[in-house]
């Protein structure tokens, strides 16, 4: 019974065990070489006061060329709660100028990117124009909700900017990350091999205290004694000289 009932609650521990599983993809690496920031004009950001462009198809302009930097973070690991910072390079080989309007991005599912998990940050900038020619590059600042939970997931930043009054987004980034639990010593993979670790101590010590009472109930039963008649030795019979007993056998043999 005792058994069972070990073997229900070890089965409870992997099921609660499940979420942490997750299946991750492999995606190509995105280039990290950007050129120096050249400013067509004074950057300026304003935060999240933006148009909404959610919702909205825009497709990226001819010309216009973007690559993603997370700088003195090549491992693109970023911790739950805490803002990590990655840089824009936008190169314009077009004859127009390109007006950066805002930068947005957001978190999916790494087993099915169709499953949205989060929507990040969306910085928008004032008077960033990209003259023809030009390298420019742009910060953007995200922050994952402190209780996403450890593990790898997609990111997917896009770009907003308009030519000649027309709107355009780009995708500059769209690959894997890592989200780390913040600021403990303990995540819940170590919380919970150590819980595993306890329960299968307490396995081994009810099946070693099983095993313990069988040996011991083995060794105290009592021996067996055999009841039957015997025959009187000589050392009764001495016992029994200069008695009533031997002086009336005595006796009897006389009289025989």
């Known amino acids: 019974m005792a058994m069972k009932i070990s073997s229900a609650f070890f089965f409870a521990l992997l099921l609660l065990a499940s979420p942490l599983l997750q299946v991750a993809r492999c ?8 050129g ?47 803002e990590t910072e990655l840089l ?8 127009s100028p390109v007006n950066v309007i805002a930068i947005r991005a957001s978190v999916h599912f790494s087993f099915d990117h169709r499953m949205l998990v989060q929507n990040l940050t969306v910085q928008a900038f004032n008077n960033a124009t990209v003259p023809p020619s030009v390298q420019a590059t742009f910060p953007y600042i995200f922050a994952v909700s402190k209780y996403l939970q450890p593990g790898t997931f997609d990111l997917v930043g896009t770009i907003i900017y308009e030519i000649d009054q ?3 987004q780009s995708t500059f980034y769209n690959g894997t990350f890592e989200v780390a639990e913040a600021g403990g010593f303990l995540s819940v993979e170590s919380v ?18 099983g095993q313990f009472q069988r040996i011991t109930k083995k060794t105290k039963r009592a021996p067996k004694v055999e009841v039957g008649t015997r025959t009187t030795d000589s050392s009764m019979e001495e016992w029994l000289q200069g008695t009533a007993y031997t002086q ?6 006389k009289k025989k």
């Open 27 to 34: 995606q190509s690496e995105v280039e990290e070489d950007v």
């Open 36 to 82: 120096e920031a050249v400013e067509g004009g004074d950057l300026g950001i304003v935060g999240e006061d933006v148009q909404d462009f959610g919702g909205s198809d825009f497709g990226p302009a001819p010309g216009v060329e973007t690559v993603c930097v997370f700088p003195k973070n090549s491992a693109k690991l970023v911790v739950a709660g805490e």
């Open 88 to 95: 824009v390079g936008m190169e314009n080989v077009g004859e």
């Open 166 to 168: 027309q709107p355009f």
């Open 192 to 209: 919970f091999l150590v819980t595993l670790g306890i329960a299968l101590l307490v396995l081994l010590g009810l099946w070693l205290q």
């Open 248 to 253: 009336s056998a005595s006796k009897s043999k």
